[in-house]
């Protein structure tokens, strides 16, 4: 499968603990990206790398959330101190680095904080 | 800001049926637009993608068309399936590389 690969699927974590997410994009794409989506909505941009550049942020990255894509390959997100707010599916997709591209999505990680 | 808005929000119909959905967009100044499905608790699966210079795309039973300067796309459904059953959800690439999207139509087909 050469698709866009996340894991955990689904994770279950108490309020307060770090939790990181993994994704692998599609092995030609220098473009990634990570979303969240809550229930109902549509997907919110988080941001993007071109290779391992963190190339934009949302407003919504608060300072609890970092993610790196240290070898312009896979991609980590890391949420520091979980609320209960956090819990969402947290898609990561890829894609060709010109504006035209068509963007991949992985199947995403369903986060639970309880 | 750009803001993307997809209507209706929920639509049932019968089994055979051809449907339109529709998504409406604030900013013209885009890059490219972009049609996904999404299954109940899964990731999206894209569909069609039309540049900002196409009018449309086809895909089997789907054509999705773009007026830019209106800031309005059109999925079409033709013949649909109890299969077709998922949320539709349209984006669009604006400044960046950022897709913005719409809260989706949730789409019901009853055999």
């Known amino acids: 499968d050469t698709g866009v690969s996340q894991n955990p699927r689904h994770k279950i974590t108490k309020r307060g603990q770090n939790v990181t997410f993994r994704c692998d994009p599609i092995s030609e794409h220098n473009r990634l990206y990570w979303y969240r989506q809550t229930l109902g909505q549509g997907p919110e941009f988080l941001t993007y790398?071109?290779?391992?550049?963190?190339?934009?942020k949302s407003r919504l990255l608060s300072d609890r959330f970092s993610a790196e894509r240290p070898k312009g390959s896979f991609s980590t997100l890391e949420i520091q101190r979980t609320e209960q707010g956090d819990s969402a599916m947290y898609l990561c997709?890829?894609?060709?680095?010109?504006?035209?591209?068509?963007?991949?999505f992985g199947q995403g990680t369903r986060l639970t904080v309880v | 800001k750009q803001e993307v808005t997809q209507i209706p929000a929920a639509l049932s119909v019968p089994e055979g049926e051809n449907l339109v959905l529709n998504c409406s967009f604030t900013d013209s100044a885009i890059y490219n637009l972009q049609w996904f499905r999404q299954d109940p608790g899964k990731g999206l699966t894209s569909l069609l993608l039309i540049q900002s210079s196409q009018r449309e795309q086809t895909s089997g039973r789907l054509n999705a068309s773009l007026d830019k300067s209106s800031g309005r796309s059109t999925l079409y459904i033709a013949a649909s399936q109890p299969g077709d059953s998922a949320t539709y959800l349209c984006a669009v690439r604006t400044s960046g590389s950022r897709l913005t999207f719409g809260e989706g139509t949730q789409l019901t087909v009853n055999p």
């Open positions: 790398f071109q290779n391992e550049a963190q190339l934009e």
């Open positions: 997709a890829s894609s060709l680095a010109f504006g035209g591209t068509e963007a991949f």
